[in-house]
């Protein structure tokens, strides 16, 4: 059974296959290839370009979405094992994943990390366990890392720079929020930058806003089998220098995970790391994208998002054409 859950698990060249199957159905959008088929979307969190790209990406191929929002409209969900169920979830993922497995032609799942322990949410035991129990094809709609985001970011950037993204220098860049988020965004966007070709830099404050050791290791080993390089820099003026792209997000520090308050003198430090227009003045006529919801002012300026280089909301259009092919592929071609 195949699964979208990473694109760590896909080849590049399979990747590529979606985007290009991404680029045909955005030319022709409505096809019944999906017609009498079912998928279920569960929310464990808000959604705002995922949910409506999900449910009319379904609908555009024919297929029924039914959103389910545990804790809310439907029961909660046990996932550890051999516990004692005396706590709120009312039924166990394997019940859950098998029944829904007997309804739908496939599940896909946005869970995000309970932010106490990074030892345990970086086990991304959501998603597994759908994935262990599930006899039907999972997507992956934002876990610790976000697939279908980095698909929809990559085919954006083959439509500006007409499919050649090799050598490109990317720049993926930590920006200021008033509280700490997920990684998520930023390990895909590591991923997939180093998976097709381009030389990586990761501009963030300091060496604690480093991301996981799991995505550092895959970019340095991609970047290594392209030919590219992958480089961490504090220096904003050497990260932006002759970028083609500049990919901002913000993400709290790790070695704090869970406990905020110490990171946040740190965080408060750096809001000068705003994509502004004098730092994009020193790329090469970068483009720059962020997944969106975005602060206006406060991670990125007006002047930056509004500009005809920023393929912001290209990519989010693109999550629906991305999340298509790989719904069809999943569902289709197992």
């Not at 297929?63 to 979830?89: C, N, Q, R, S, T």
Request: net charge neutral; glycine share 4%; aromatic share 8%.
């Amino acid at each position: 059974m195949r699964h979208f859950l990473t694109t760590a698990d896909w080849s590049r060249a399979d990747l590529q296959r979606l985007l290009d199957e991404a680029k045909r159905l955005k030319s022709n959008p409505i096809q019944p290839r999906l017609k009498d088929k079912a998928i279920a979307l569960l929310f464990f969190n808000p959604s705002l370009r995922t949910r409506s790209s999900f449910e009319i990406g379904a609908f555009q191929l024919g297929a029924h979405a039914v959103v389910l929002e545990p804790g809310k409209g439907a029961w909660p969900i046990e996932f550890e094992e051999g516990v004692v169920m005396d706590k709120e979830p009312e039924e166990h993922i394997a019940e859950v994943a098998r029944v829904l497995s007997r309804y739908c032609d496939a599940i896909a799942v946005r869970a995000f990390p309970k932010f106490i322990d990074w030892s345990i949410d970086r086990q991304d035991r959501v998603i597994h366990q759908f994935a262990r129990y599930a006899t039907v094809p999972v997507i992956n709609m934002e876990t610790i890392t976000h697939p279908c985001q980095e698909m929809a970011l990559m085919l954006a950037l083959q439509e500006r720079f007409g499919g050649q993204c090799d050598g490109r220098k990317f720049v993926l860049t930590w920006t200021y929020h008033p509280k700490p988020l997920n990684t998520a965004v930023a390990n895909s966007a590591l991923l997939i930058a180093s998976k097709f070709g381009m030389d990586v830099t990761l501009l963030c404050p300091t060496p604690e806003y480093a991301l996981d050791e799991r995505y550092m290791t895959l970019a340095k080993q991609y970047t290594s089998e392209n030919g590219c390089s992958l480089t961490m820099t504090h220096d904003i003026e050497a990260a932006y220098k002759g970028a083609d792209i500049v990919y901002a997000k913000s993400w709290g520090a790790l070695p704090y995970f869970g406990k905020w308050e110490p990171e946040k003198p740190i965080r408060d430090k750096h809001k000068h790391f705003i994509v502004d227009e004098p730092k994009m003045a020193m790329t090469n006529n970068g483009l720059f994208s962020h997944c969106l919801p975005v602060r206006r002012n406060v991670k990125v300026t007006d002047g930056v998002l509004n500009s005809p280089n920023c393929i912001a909301i290209d990519e989010a259009e693109n999550r629906l054409h991305v999340q298509k092919a790989i719904m069809d592929d999943l569902i289709n071609h197992q």
